[in-house]
C-alpha cells in the first residue's frame, strides 16, 4: 500500500468517526440531506396548499417537537394516518432517517428573531365552552403550544385549515385516502359539529404559536 493510499483512507476513516459523533440535530449541513429534501418541497414553501386529498396548507413544521414529528412519520408509515404522499415519503425512511429528520425540524428556527409573542386573545363564549368540552388544553398544554406528552403536538398558531381537516380526519372512516387512527382523538371530535370543530381550529390557529415554516434559499 503507498503511502498516499494509506494516508487517504485514514482521512477517510476520520471524515466518517467525526461525522458519526455529530448530534442529529445540529441543522449545519442538514438541509442539503436527501432525507430532508424530500420534505423541503412541500414544508420550506410558506403557505405552500396541498390539492390531495383535500385542499389545505401544508403544515408547519420547524419548532414542532421532535417526538411528535417522529410519531406522525410512523403513522403515515404505518397507515394510521392515511395520505398517500406521506405514506409513500414515510415508508422510504429507515427508523434513524425518521429521528434525524424529525431532530432537524424540531431545532430549525427563522433566520430573523420572531417579534414577541402576543397575549393570546380570550376565545368567545362559545369556543371557550368548545375547548372545555373536549378538554383541549389538558394535552396541548398551556396555551396550546406545551403538550403534556412531546408525542403530542403543537398546536397554537398552526394553519386553521390543515387543523381544520386533521380534526375532521380523525372521525372519518372506511376511506383510502383520508383518516388518522387514534382512539383519543377519534372520541374527541365525534361530540362536534364540522362547524363547531371549525370554530375550535379558527381560535386555536389565530393564537401565537412555536411552529414556522423556515424557507431555503431557493424557496425565498
Not at 396548507?57 to 403515515?76: D, F, N, R, T
Not at 433566520?111 to 394535552?139: D, F, H, Q, Y
Request: charged share 15%; hydrophobic share 40%.
Amino acid at each position: 500500500m503507498t503511502k498516499t493510499l494509506a494516508l487517504s483512507l485514514a482521512l477517510a476513516g476520520l471524515f466518517v468517526t467525526t461525522a458519526q459523533a455529530q448530534p442529529q440535530g445540529q441543522a449545519q449541513g442538514q438541509a442539503g440531506d436527501a432525507r430532508v429534501a424530500m420534505c423541503n418541497g412541500c414544508h420550506s414553501i410558506p403557505g405552500y396548499q396541498a390539492s390531495f386529498p383535500q385542499v389545505y396548507k401544508v403544515p408547519m413544521i420547524s419548532g414542532q417537537g421532535q417526538k411528535y414529528i417522529e410519531a406522525a412519520l410512523q403513522a403515515y408509515r404505518k397507515g394510521d394516518r392515511k395520505h398517500s404522499t406521506m405514506h409513500g415519503v414515510a415508508a422510504s425512511l429507515t427508523d434513524q432517517d425518521i429521528s434525524f429528520v424529525s431532530a432537524h425540524y424540531a431545532q430549525l428556527a427563522p433566520s430573523e428573531a420572531a417579534p414577541a409573542p402576543e397575549a393570546p386573545r380570550a376565545p368567545s363564549a362559545e369556543v371557550a365552552a368548545l375547548l372545555t368540552k373536549g378538554a383541549c388544553v389538558s394535552c396541548h398544554g398551556t396555551n396550546f403550544s406545551k403538550p403534556i406528552d412531546p408525542s403530542y403536538p403543537k398546536i397554537a398558531g398552526q394553519y386553521p385549515d390543515y387543523l381544520f381537516a386533521s380534526l375532521k380526519a380523525y372521525r372519518t372512516e372506511n376511506n383510502a385516502a383520508v383518516g388518522r387512527n387514534n382512539a383519543i382523538m377519534g372520541g374527541i371530535v365525534k361530540q362536534f359539529s364540522n362547524a363547531e370543530l371549525k370554530a375550535i381550529a379558527d381560535y386555536v390557529g389565530s393564537l401565537p404559536g412555536e411552529v414556522y415554516t423556515v424557507p431555503q434559499s431557493r424557496f425565498r
